[in-house]
């Protein structure tokens, strides 16, 4: 059985084996979460952008990446907080819009990356509330989507034991537990 849990913080510190990057389909890191890991992880963004790309390069022999397709790049600062792998996934783009498109294209970011987690042998593994920021997917719908989708893994999950589901602001975290119904 993998648990979910939804907590409070900066994911670029959050201890778990794995973090989880809400990326675009170049991996370019421009902002939000992307450019806060990015520069966490290197020191400088730009750098952690080249090898991201490079790492895209190597692992799917493209310079571009779908719903559902992953990049892992190495934590490299990021050790420090035992976090071992930075596994880059997209969602979709909403702009206030939510349909049965955007949430299986949500489905399919989480899931790749839950799959990619058990490929990689580890236990934890932590996500930043994906398609919630820039690409203005409604909070709640994410987190419900979230929690289905886990659900949906624990069913073929190897050896993942824990998913965190990380937010950033108090005001988010209060609607993500209040949204499942947690207090
Ligand atoms: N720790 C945890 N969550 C965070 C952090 C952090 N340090 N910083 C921001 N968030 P966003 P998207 C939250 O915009 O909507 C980038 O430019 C934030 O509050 O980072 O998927 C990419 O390169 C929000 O709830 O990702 C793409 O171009 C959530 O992370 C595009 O943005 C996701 O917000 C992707 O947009």
Not at 6 to 13: K, M, Q, S
Not at 103 to 130: H, Q, S, W
Request: charged share 30%.
């Amino acid at each position: 059985m993998v648990s979910f849990e939804i907590a409070r913080g900066d994911i670029t510190h959050f201890p778990a084996e794995a973090i989880v990057n809400a990326a675009n389909r170049y991996l370019e890191h421009g902002g939000g979460v992307a450019y806060a890991i990015a520069k966490a992880a290197a020191g400088n963004a730009r750098e952690y952008i080249r090898i991201s790309k490079e790492a895209m390069r190597e692992q799917l022999g493209k310079s571009s990446i779908e719903h559902g397709e992953v990049v892992v790049t190495p934590a490299m600062r990021l050790e420090e907080y035992g976090i071992r792998y930075v596994i880059h996934t997209v969602g979709p783009y909403c702009g206030g819009v939510w349909d049965d498109d955007k949430k299986e294209k949500l489905r399919k970011a989480i899931l790749g990356a839950l799959r990619k987690a058990d490929e990689l042998g580890i236990k934890t593994i932590a996500f930043p509330a994906i398609s919630a920021g820039i690409y203005g997917c409604p909070l709640e719908e994410v987190v419900r989507t979230f929690k289905e989708t886990v659900e949906e893994f624990s069913k073929e999950a190897k050896g993942v034991e824990k998913v965190y589901l990380v937010l950033y602001s108090g005001r988010d975290y209060r609607t993500a537990v209040e949204t499942l119904g947690l207090h």
